[in-house]
């Protein structure tokens, strides 16, 4: 749904009652914030509460790009007529304490997440609920404190889907340009920690389970990354997150924690193959001088020689080759890495499987003088 203009929705409305009710219309409204078409879909019956792929009006508007800071205008402020959405859903009995998005949670902790103070002060504006895991969120070092003082087991508790104190804290990402918030955040983890809070608690992300260091990479907090791994995360499945992204300061420090990359899987498949699968070429390269094996078979039996067969790219099988990629090896099926470049119509990479010299460059053709 785009911004279309109001009137054409009202006619399909006329045409159509019980396009009102349906979640996907009344959810997508609320992420392209049009108040317009939020106020003709309440007239008609739409819930504002309905969920869509598990987000609510008030969660699609807060993460308009999910797994992403908010939605800044042009001036690098928050548009305006994002947070007078906001007032609006608020005011007309949008819930802020119904769980929504991806790891489900309360519109108070996706605003966390999101990074934008806005979100954050008109949602406690509206009365939402100041637990452990929203003051952890929010950095409220004194009021954490004072919280695990009264009951430490309260650092041990997650909501209904599962998500802990110490999730909120680690996927903060409210104090991105403050030094001195971060170190609050910091300090949060460690009292949580203290308190004897899982440091790899797991909880129900969009396809797979995620853990805390997971929270931690995506909001960039390096030095709460750290002291995860220090006390007890596991670093090989740190590693497994950290390996994504460009900034190798959180590899690093999984390594120096005792990670192991052939260890390291993503959805049960090495790791190193899933980098080279979807074409992660810096970070895969990165991995292989780091130690990891190009020789790890995946459920079907495909080696990183094979994904890389398979996307052909040269770069990448010539360092997998030169890192003791064997390609011999076959898979569930039989098929060699060569077999796999010749099915994909790889011809400089079948030539360079098959031992044979690299094909020589296309002569270019002279350019015509003008």
């Not at 987000?55 to 807060?62: C, D, F, M, S, V």
């Not at 800071?69 to 304490?97: F, H, I, M």
């Amino acid at each position: 749904m785009a911004h279309a203009p109001l009137g054409d929705l009202e006619r399909r409305l006329r045409a159509e009652p019980g396009l009102a009710r349906k979640a996907q219309i009344v959810v997508e409204a609320a992420r392209i914030a049009d108040l317009g078409a939020l106020q003709a879909l309440l007239a008609r019956g739409a819930d504002l509460n309905a969920s869509w792929r598990n987000y609510r009006p008030l969660h699609a508007l807060i993460q308009e790009k999910p797994h992403a800071p908010g939605a800044p205008d042009e001036e690098g402020g928050l548009d305006p007529a994002r947070l007078a959405c906001l007032d609006w859903l608020l005011a007309n009995g949008a819930d802020p304490e119904a769980l929504g998005a991806w790891p489900s949670m309360r519109a108070l902790l996706v605003a966390a997440f999101t990074g934008i103070p806005e979100y954050v002060e008109t949602l406690r504006a509206a009365g939402a609920r100041m637990d452990l895991a929203a003051q952890a969120a929010l950095g409220e070092l004194a009021a954490v404190r004072k919280a695990l003082a009264r009951d430490p087991s309260l650092a041990r508790r997650g909501d209904e889907s599962g998500l802990t104190p110490l999730h909120a804290c680690a996927g903060s990402r409210l104090f991105a340009n403050d030094p001195r918030g971060a170190k609050r955040l910091r300090d949060i983890a460690a009292l949580l920690l203290d308190a004897h809070a899982d440091p790899n608690a797991r909880v129900r992300s969009w396809g797979h389970d995620v853990d805390v260091a997971y929270f931690a990479l995506g909001a960039r907090h390096v030095e709460l990354f750290e002291l995860l791994l220090e006390r007890g995360a596991d670093a090989t499945s740190a590693l497994a997150s950290a390996a994504w992204t460009a900034d190798t300061r959180f590899a690093e420090v999984a390594l120096a924690r005792g990670a192991d990359p052939d260890r390291a899987r993503q959805e049960g498949r090495p790791i190193l193959n899933e980098l080279v699968r979807w074409g992660q070429v810096v970070p895969a390269l990165w991995l292989l001088e780091h130690g990891a094996s190009p020789n790890l078979p995946d459920e079907r039996g495909w080696t990183a020689l094979h994904q890389a067969a398979s996307r052909g790219n040269e770069r990448m099988l010539r360092a997998l080759l030169a890192k003791g990629g064997d390609a011999s090896l076959r898979d569930s099926e039989g098929l060699t890495p060569l077999d796999v470049a010749r099915s994909r119509g790889r011809p400089a990479l079948v030539e360079l499987l098959s031992g044979g010299p690299p094909p020589a460059p296309k002569p270019r053709r002279p350019r015509r003088k003008a």
